[in-house]
């Protein structure tokens, strides 16, 4: 409320002229900045660059794995002879190397069926990690199925999902014959129709809208062609 | 020897309101006929012995002026109905100390080498002096933190202790809370035994399933796209170095902000109404026969 006493006072200094303010210090007439300003955005901006120069290449080194893609690598794991089509052979090869026996995993090899439309002359090798959590499953000669210990997952010979927590079939590994030698190679996913698909972790749908909201990883290697 | 000598008098709690002690001592009934004595050599030095310890902390707080923080961090109140269950957040912090203090001698015998981890483990365990008691404590120790931080969280959920203006601590705390966990999370893979290496399998998984980022939060997780060498100096470095500072610089924040704001009462004690000097009767003589509630 205006008053008598507001308007001795000046509560409304608009009527009266305003008074110039006193130069800050180290302040000339025509600058923009004054020299304390100046210097206080200097020093923040060298210091953030300093920090940026520490943390940003520290992080870089700490992320840089995940665009990191190792080399190829294929191991023999027997001669075509000792596998046939209508059971399993279990094969343990290493997949990460430099780590010992914690490096190696363990495929069910088997030759490629008419009945399920494969070629004789090809080599099947499905990988044994669980498509639930990467529990290891083992195949039950006496069910024909893949059978998980962890938490029940259910899987049947050719690796496709039965029953249990799993999101998709078995990945299976690439294989070749050289020499007669049944070689097996990087890792794929395969979607519920067994089409192969890059590398996914365990607990990841493949396969149609999943392929985006489970992005292929840079540090996997592209399915096998056909 | 008392132990109020030893401390300094800054530090010396208060002394209630009435029950101070204003006396410099008894005189002497008559100085003339009973002249004080002069106390022997051994007596004098005695005497400066005993000050030592206190002219030390007298020296540190003429420097820091510590007693000041010190007396109001000591002895600040404590709301009325402040029971046992106040001193779980206490015992969370202890079981954190008792967390560290292991940690760092563990590491004085661990390898995080993906071929010696183990076999350096079962060194500690089988061959170190009270090397299975170390690790012990610090293997169930783990869960007992958990386990304390849960019930704290508890106690201040069900006591309303998150109510303005200590929401930020609950904040803070629930931080804490999952940095303890990946803190648990972390150290469950440096044994590297089967137990460990399956669990942190599944634990990665589970990161990974999360949509869009999983997949490369679990390469970020291992260093790369199966567990390999460098996940198991990575789970170390997070687990000894990076996590800890962090947990140790939110405990300050925490603390700083209990000392700051105070503790609550437990809801079931009523906040007392202020007394008045004389006691109002028959102001309204006819609400008392109306049921209305009697005066407390």
């Known amino acids: 409320m205006a008053d008598e006493a507001d308007k001795q006072n000046g509560a409304e200094t608009s009527s009266r002229p305003e008074r110039a303010k006193p130069d800050p210090p180290g302040y000339f007439e025509g600058e923009s900045m004054t020299r304390r300003r100046a210097f206080t955005v200097a020093a923040q901006g060298l210091g953030g660059i300093a920090g940026a120069a520490i943390v940003l290449p520290a992080v870089g080194f700490a992320v840089a794995p995940i665009f990191h893609r190792g080399k190829e690598r294929w191991e023999v794991v027997g001669p075509v002879d000792d596998f046939v089509a209508d059971t399993y052979r279990q094969v343990v090869f290493t997949e990460t190397e430099g780590i010992g026996d914690a490096g190696k995993t363990t495929a069910y090899v088997r030759k490629g069926s008419k009945q399920f439309g494969e070629s004789p002359n090809e080599v099947v090798a499905v990988s044994n990690r669980c498509a639930h959590l990467g529990c290891p499953v083992s195949y039950v000669e006496a069910a024909g199925n893949f059978i998980c210990p962890c938490h029940g997952g259910v899987y049947d010979f050719q690796g496709k999902r039965l029953g249990g927590p799993p999101v998709r079939p078995l990945d299976q590994f690439q294989t070749r014959i050289r020499n007669g030698q049944v070689e097996v190679g990087p890792r794929y996913s395969v979607t519920s129709q067994l089409e192969p698909v890059r590398a996914r972790d365990p607990g990841e749908f493949t396969g149609g809208i999943w392929e985006y909201l489970y992005p292929p990883r840079p540090s996997t290697f592209p399915p096998p062609s056909g | ?296």
């Open chain 2, 1 to 296: 020897m008392k132990l109020d000598s030893l401390i300094p008098s800054p530090l010396r709690k208060p002394a209630k309101p009435g029950e101070g002690n204003g006396a410099k001592g008894q005189a002497p009934a008559d100085l003339k006929t009973a002249p004080p004595e002069r106390p022997s050599h051994t007596e004098k030095l005695v005497d400066k012995a005993k000050e030592a310890p206190v002219d030390v902390l007298a020296w540190v707080d003429q420097r820091t002026a510590a007693s000041g923080f010190l007396t109001g961090m000591l002895f600040r109140k404590v709301p009325k109905g402040t029971n046992w269950f106040y001193t779980l957040g206490s015992a969370t912090l202890f079981a954190f100390i008792v967390q560290a203090v292991t940690g760092v001698f563990l590491a004085m015998f661990y390898t995080p080498s993906t071929t010696q981890a183990y076999a350096s483990i079962s060194h500690i365990n089988n061959e170190v002096f009270l090397g299975a008691f170390v690790h012990g404590m610090h293997k169930w120790g783990s869960s007992v933190m958990v386990i304390l931080i849960f019930l704290h969280m508890g106690r201040t959920f069900f006591f309303g202790a998150y109510k303005y203006p200590r929401e930020l601590n609950w904040v803070i705390g629930v931080v804490l809370l999952i940095l303890t966990m990946t803190m648990a999370f972390t150290g469950y893979l440096l044994p590297f035994d089967q137990r460990s290496f399956w669990a942190s399998v599944v634990g990665i998984n589970i990161n990974g399933t999360g949509p869009v980022i999983g997949p490369y939060l679990s390469d970020f997780l291992r260093a790369g796209p199966e567990l390999g060498a460098t996940t198991l100096s990575r789970f170390y470095a997070i687990h000894m170095l990076l996590l800890p500072g962090a947990i140790i610089a939110l405990i300050g924040a925490h603390m700083y902000l209990v000392v700051k704001l105070g503790t609550t009462a437990p809801p079931w004690v009523r906040a007392e109404k202020p007394k008045l000097a004389a006691p109002v009767t028959k102001l309204d003589a006819g609400a008392e026969g109306n049921g209305a509630a009697p005066p407390r």
